[in-house]
C-alpha cells in the first residue's frame, strides 16, 4: 500500500526475465536502452528501463516457469 508522504511506496515489485543465457540476454536488453544497475553472481543482473523501471534478467531457464 501507498502512504502518504512518503517518497517511495512501502511494496515495490518487479519483473524477474528469465532466460537461457543471462549476458547474452542483459547485452540485448541494453542494446535496446536499458541500463544494467548491478550483476549478482547467484544469477540475476538487475537493470533500468529507459523509463526507470527496475527489473531482473535471471539465469533459470525460461522452462523451468
Known sequence: ?????????AVRAHLD???ADRD???E???AA????IRRYDRGWTV?????????CVT????EED
Open 17 to 19: 526475465w528469465c532466460a
Open 59 to 62: 539465469a533459470r531457464p525460461p
Open 33 to 36: 536502452g536499458a541500463t544494467s
Open 47 to 55: 537493470l533500468a528501463g529507459p523509463s526507470g523501471f527496475t527489473y
Open 24 to 26: 547474452a540476454e542483459v
Open 28 to 30: 540485448r536488453h541494453v
Open 1 to 9: 500500500p501507498e502512504r502518504l508522504g512518503e517518497d517511495e511506496p
